[in-house]
């Protein structure tokens, strides 16, 4: 199944889920309401979601003209990668941070911006900074954005009328005060659970486009055993303060132990991994290093 049908699938459950809680509700106006709510913050943040995560972040534009060492050689390498995926120029900062880490945001590929901390810098080789680069800006391609926007209203509208329950739908005839709070717990939960299948899914994708874009996917799989061995290791405390930015990045900043499981945002790391050696092998690429570590080969950047 590709994993454009799995997220229509995961995002027609999350629709059937919603419209199964207005019935459960009874009343289509508490539904409509929740909806309008929802979808209002969620375009808010659609259009200004570029500017508000990059604040956060304290991330810092990168210019190219007093731009030195690694950060130049990151932006340019940022630049020539756009460039042969045929995308438009992005906006590319950097993020003083130690911990190793990217992500990228924007509401489309003519209004993107992708950013990386000091930490991802200094630990990674400029191969496997490229191959992480190549990654953000296939979520930049994908449109993933425009997908997770269209989840987070969903969801958001679900947990409104999870809230509403007590108000609004606690009858008898539905099941009473033990039935709206069933549905306060539990439908908030299924709506996150699936909110987080659908990131997972679009991870792995950007992932394979990525090794497309760079044309080396060992690159990537290089960088991801540095990144979960960093982030396991250093702490994020802007990611801790936020952390529903946790899904953007690359890999969870709260943990170096993600798995496929269903509270994990981001897929397993040594998955990803072996799905990237396997990619590698089908494009006459042979690794010669232990695939939890691979060593990758020199490029054009080194």
Same mark, same amino acid.
């Given at each position: 199944?590709?994993?454009?049908?799995?997220?229509?699938?995961?995002? +027609? %459950?999350?629709? #059937?889920?919603? *419209?199964?809680?207005?019935? =459960?509700?009874?009343?289509?106006?508490?539904?409509?309401? $929740?909806?309008?709510?929802?979808?209002?913050?969620?375009?808010?943040?659609?259009?200004?979601?570029?500017?508000?995560?990059?604040?956060?972040?304290?991330?810092?534009?990168?210019?190219?003209?007093?731009?030195?060492?690694?950060?130049?050689?990151?932006?340019?390498?940022?630049?020539?990668?756009?460039?042969?995926?045929?995308?438009?120029?992005?906006?590319?900062?950097?993020?003083?941070?130690?911990?190793?880490?990217?992500?990228?945001?924007?509401?489309?590929?003519?209004? +993107? %911006?992708?950013? #990386?901390?000091? *930490?991802?810098?200094?630990? =990674?080789?400029?191969?496997?900074?490229?191959?992480?680069? $190549?990654?953000?800006?296939?979520?930049?391609?994908?449109?993933?954005?425009?997908?997770?926007?269209?989840?987070?209203?969903?969801?958001?509208?679900?947990?409104?009328?999870?809230?509403?329950?007590?108000?609004?739908?606690?009858?008898?005839?539905?099941?009473?005060?033990?039935?709206?709070?069933?549905?306060?717990?539990?439908?908030?939960?299924?709506?996150?659970?699936?909110?987080?299948?659908?990131?997972?899914?679009?991870?792995?994708?950007?992932?394979?486009?990525?090794?497309?874009?760079?044309?080396?996917?060992?690159?990537?799989?290089?960088a991801l055993a540095k990144i979960s061995n960093g982030?396991?290791?250093?702490?994020?405390?802007?990611?801790?303060?936020?952390?529903?930015?946790?899904?953007?990045?690359?890999?969870?900043?709260?943990?170096?132990?993600?798995?496929?499981?269903?509270?994990?945002?981001?897929?397993?790391?040594?998955?990803?991994?072996?799905?990237?050696?396997?990619?590698?092998?089908?494009?006459?690429?042979?690794?010669?290093?232990?695939?939890?570590?691979?060593?990758?080969?020199?490029?054009?950047?080194?």
């Open positions: 199944m590709s994993s454009v049908l799995r997220t229509g699938i995961l995002i +027609a %459950a999350m629709t #059937a889920l919603f *419209g199964v809680i207005g019935l =459960l509700l009874g009343g289509k106006a508490g539904m409509l309401i $929740a909806l309008v709510i929802a979808a209002g913050m969620n375009v808010f943040s659609y259009w200004n979601a570029d500017k508000i995560v990059l604040k956060m972040y304290n991330a810092r534009r990168i210019d190219p003209e007093t731009a030195t060492g690694r950060i130049l050689r990151y932006a340019e390498m940022t630049s020539e990668l756009a460039h042969r995926a045929g995308m438009p120029q992005p906006k590319i900062y950097i993020i003083e941070n130690d911990q190793p880490n990217a992500f990228a945001t924007g509401r489309n590929p003519d209004n +993107a %911006a992708v950013a #990386a901390t000091t *930490g991802l810098l200094a630990m =990674l080789s400029d191969e496997e900074i490229a191959g992480v680069m $190549a990654h953000e800006l296939a979520h930049v391609r994908n449109r993933d954005t425009l997908t997770m926007t269209v989840t987070a209203t969903l969801a958001g509208a679900i947990s409104m009328l999870a809230n509403f329950a007590l108000f609004f739908g606690g009858g008898r005839d539905r099941g009473g005060l033990i039935g709206s709070i069933a549905i306060m717990i539990f439908a908030p939960l299924a709506a996150g659970l699936v909110q987080m299948a659908i990131s997972r899914t679009r991870e792995y994708e950007a992932d394979r486009i990525g090794a497309e874009i760079c044309g080396q996917p060992l690159w990537l799989a290089s982030v396991a290791r250093i702490p994020n405390p802007t990611a801790e303060r936020f952390p529903a930015s946790g899904q953007m990045m690359i890999m969870n900043p709260l943990s170096g132990k993600g798995a496929d499981n269903l509270f994990s945002t981001h897929p397993g790391t040594q998955n990803r991994i072996d799905r990237l050696v396997e990619l590698a092998r089908s494009m006459g690429q042979t690794p010669a290093y232990s695939e939890e570590a691979p060593q990758t080969q020199r490029g054009p950047w080194g």
